[in-house]
């Protein structure tokens, strides 16, 4: 059986290549130092995440409320505030709107309309 080099697969024999194989293997860094990194890396995420890992122990009132909404409290708060004044507006607008007079109850309440309908005029 005569053995020939597949067309698809490059010839592994040349020591060119085997150079430059090692070559890269030396480039490549330590494991160690990767992991380092990755350690300080992590450290100081879980540093600036903090408050958002505590929040869940207490689900009680808004800290618990904005943990769940995944808000932090001073973005909940502000929410509430802003969602309770519109609705105090809307309810302030309906009963000034609910309370205007109405005009032709006005217009009939006038002084001459008055006289004309008790004289029988109207």
Known sequence: MNQQPNPGRPDRSDPADD?????MRSLQAPTDEVDAVGDRVFAQWRERHRP???AP??????AGAASILGLRASRHRWWVGLT???LACVVIATAIWVQR?????????QPDVLSQMAIGEM
């Open 19 to 23: 150079r430059l194989r090692a070559q």
């Open 101 to 109: 007079p109405d005009p032709i109850l006005e217009e009939l309440m």
């Open 84 to 86: 309770t004044g519109l």
């Open 57 to 62: 122990q207490y689900l009680g009132g808004a």
């Open 52 to 54: 958002a890992a505590i």
